[in-house]
């Protein structure tokens, strides 16, 4: 059943973070209507790599009951009303005030149905000068300052997956949770008024804080951590290994331990992190002096005895066939499709993608005549 069976969630949505949103809260056994427009959700049509749909699509709206509308037309807004006097969640990623102008406000909503829990997801918010601007994921990435600490160095780069966009999700599922605990005491719901630019802004806190506190604008570092020593990728005989240290402890044992040089960690260049990162050039090449006579294999086990932790700078091929890989089956067209299980989803259900208006004539009977 899940921890949220009895909760009806309508969502115009399209793109990643709101049906990111309302796929936790399908798992969470929230029944979604998802509201589309003709046409479709334009992520529909991003591929047609699984089954001849779209990977995003089918990883993002498993479990979900598809409703074609047109918000303009006066029959259709009529059943848009009625569900969400009914609607425990209403969720929408138009741009700002495009609900609004269709007579969906908040203010107009909370009247009909006082327990409402309205999330309204958008680029920069709904109010200030950025507000009316597009802000796809990669867009939000370089305005947030995202790219700019990311890549080689002197070499921003974008972020390979959508991760303003599934941040975003994320942070509107755990606020929907929040409100509706909230609702149980007082009885009332809110408006949550979430944006991809805040969100990216607080997962920098710390570049920001570095530049603000300390001066320095951090930049890409490649595949090393830009604040810690050693902490990246290093080269063994037959090719990289990721090495991370946290805390000078560890430090002494991969000195000692694993290179074999107890000296090494009271050289001046390395006695403390802050110098490390500074000379990490001369760092590396100490480190690989050894390493580089050893395959990873054999690293791994030298690893191991100095409990120092370590990894593969794996592809998508080597996670595909990785031992802690989990992974469940949706239905896709008909067929079933593997995608990567979410953390703690232990359910053994298997969720059908909706077509384009499949629920449609069951919802408007549902909701419209009854």
Not at 44 to 73: C, M, P, Q, T
Request: proline share 3%; net charge negative.
């Amino acid at each position: 059943m899940g921890a949220l069976s009895h909760t009806l969630v309508v969502s115009i949505e399209q793109a990643v973070a709101a049906p990111y949103c309302t796929r936790l809260l399908a798992e969470a056994g929230a029944r979604i209507i998802k509201v589309e427009r003709p046409g479709g959700d334009f992520a529909r049509h991003y591929d047609a790599i699984v089954n001849g749909e779209s990977a995003y699509f089918i990883w993002l709206n498993s479990g979900k009951e598809s409703l074609l509308l047109d918000a303009k037309d006066d029959h259709d807004k009529q059943l848009l009303a009625s569900m969400l006097a009914k609607a425990d969640v209403f969720i929408q990623n138009l741009r700002p005030g495009a609900v609004e102008s269709l007579g969906f406000s908040y203010e107009s909503l909370k009247k009909i149905n006082p327990r409402l829990i309205m999330c309204s997801i958008s680029g920069y918010g709904s109010e200030g000068s950025y507000a009316d601007k597009k802000a796809y994921d990669f867009l939000v990435q370089g305005e947030s300052g995202l790219c700019s600490i990311t890549g080689a160095p002197g070499e921003p780069a974008r972020v390979g997956i959508s991760v303003c966009d599934i941040s975003t999700g994320l942070t509107a599922y755990s606020e929907i949770l929040r409100a509706l605990l909230e609702r149980n005491h007082s009885g009332v719901g809110e408006h949550l008024d979430i944006s991809l630019f805040d969100v990216m802004a607080e997962w920098m806190s710390v570049p920001l804080v570095v530049y603000k506190n300390g001066g320095k604008l951090l930049s890409g570092t490649g595949l090393d951590h830009s604040q810690i020593a050693p902490y990246g990728v290093h080269q063994a005989a037959d090719g990289p290994f990721i090495i991370a240290v946290q805390h000078e402890g560890e430090w002494r044992n991969l000195c000692s331990v694993v290179l074999g040089d107890e000296a090494l960690a009271d050289d001046p260049r390395f006695a403390s992190n802050v110098v490390r990162v500074e000379n990490r050039v001369a760092l590396t090449e100490a480190i690989e002096n050894f390493t580089r006579q050893y395959t990873r294999a054999e690293i791994a086990e030298k690893m191991e005895a100095g409990g120092i932790a370590y990894g593969n700078l794996n592809n998508c091929r080597d996670v595909w066939d990785h031992p802690a890989l989990k992974t469940k089956e949706v239905i896709s067209g008909g067929k079933t499709a593997e995608f990567v299980r979410r953390v703690c989803d232990t359910s053994t259900t298997v969720r059908a993608i909706p077509s384009l208006g499949e629920h449609s004539e069951k919802i408007r009977a549902e909701f419209l005549h009854a």
